[in-house]
Nanobody, 115 residues
Framework: QVQLQESGPGLVKPSQTLTLTCIVS??????????WSWLRQPPGKALEWMGA???????YYSPSLKSRTSISRDTSKNQFILQVTSVTPEDTAVYYC???????WGQGTQVTVSS
């Protein structure tokens, strides 16, 4: 069974870059036809899909976040990484990584953007 775990800072200052890592175990991020996603849920708002990276290494992004978001991977560590540039308090949320189309999600990590 695939397990995912988010890792990263809980507090980021405005205008900085947020970087989160998803550590995957029990399955490879390069397995054919698998897609690995980042999602977030701001306080009091709906869950938002941010983007995904495919088994091939291709990345896909939500149009609303595309200009500030990057998803990459480290296949040697079986991890995939989210970066969001120029963060504002509106980026405060619980961030999740997930294997797309499955019930395999990380537990989520709270990120607060504040000076």
């Amino acid at each position: 069974q695939v397990q995912l775990q988010e890792s990263g800072p809980g507090l980021v200052k405005p205008s900085q870059t947020l970087t989160l890592t998803c550590i995957v175990s029990g399955g490879s991020i390069t397995t054919d036809y698998t897609y690995w996603s980042w999602l977030r849920q701001p306080p009091g708002k709906a869950l938002e899909w941010m983007g995904a990276i495919a088994y091939s290494g291709n990345s896909y992004y939500s149009p609303s976040l595309k200009s500030r978001t990057s998803i990459s991977r480290d296949t040697s560590k079986n991890q995939f990484i989210l970066q969001v540039t120029s963060v504002t308090p509106e980026d405060t949320a619980v961030y999740y990584c997930a294997k797309l189309g499955t019930a395999s999600w990380g537990q989520g990590t709270q990120v607060t953007v504040s000076s």
